[in-house]
């Protein structure tokens, strides 16, 4: 079976600080990968997409970046955090062919810039 | 873009109660998912319906594609069903990007 991690769970960060989330999916090959950031405990907006290694969309300019340095391996990260970053930040997969499979989340890392 | 509303935006029910959640969404989809959060914030897949029906134990969900909207009945609530709903569409020219509408959140009282 396939499962998705993500982690940390929890951080609070300084203004100005770095960021890096790591999100890993086990069980499947080849998956779409996905960032989303939940700001208000409702609706989610999509960071970024991932069809392969190396192959990064970004949906909206912003503060953050992301990489897929392995197939299975999600990295979001921020050279300088900004308050307005804090959020409940979600990780996700689907089989390839696009959105048009089920997608599966991570247990999510809540972010708290301070 | 295309717009997707759900409502009601909060509901509040004693445990036992039904209840039926709404999608309206503006323009034709590739697919349509319902999510449900639970106060943890994890984020479960309960359906994957772009259009008829389809049933899960005490959860049902029906897509009727050519009108635009999709429900999501929930029988004999249960406190572990409180959290927030998610309706989600794949627009026809999405490039892999679902829509999301802002929720319901459910609190089931025991």
């Known amino acids: 079976s396939q499962t998705i991690h993500q982690w940390p769970a929890t951080l609070v960060q300084p203004v100005g600080s770095p960021l890096s989330l790591e999100c890993t999916v086990e069980?499947?090959?080849?998956?779409?990968l996905y960032w989303y950031r939940q700001a208000a405990g409702r609706g989610l907006q999509l960071l970024f997409y991932s069809v392969g290694i190396g192959q990064i969309s970004s949906e909206v300019p912003q503060n953050l970046s992301a990489s897929r340095p392995q197939d299975r391996q999600f990295i979001l990260s921020s050279k300088k955090l900004l308050l307005s970053d804090s959020g409940f930040y979600l990780c996700?997969?689907?089989?390839?062919?696009?959105?048009?499979?089920?997608?599966?989340f991570g247990e999510g890392s809540w972010l708290t810039v301070v | 873009g295309i717009q997707v509303e759900q409502s009601p935006p909060d509901l509040i029910l004693q445990e036992g109660a039904n209840s039926t959640l709404r999608c309206n969404f503006s323009d034709s989809v590739n697919n349509l998912q319902w999510f449900h959060q639970n106060p943890w914030g994890q984020l479960i897949n309960l359906f994957y319906i772009p259009s008829g029906t389809k049933q899960n134990g005490r959860l049902s969900a029906t897509t009727v594609a050519t009108e635009r909207y999709s429900l999501l009945y929930i029988s004999s609530s249960q406190t572990t069903d409180s959290g927030v709903y998610f309706c989600?569409?794949?627009?026809?020219?999405?490039?892999?990007?679902?829509?999301w509408g802002a929720g319901t959140k459910l609190i089931i009282k025991p």
């Open positions: 989600a569409v794949e627009a026809r020219d999405s490039n892999y990007q679902l829509i």
């Open positions: 069980g499947t090959s080849n998956p779409n």
């Open positions: 996700a997969w689907s089989r390839q062919g696009g959105a048009g499979n089920t997608i599966y």
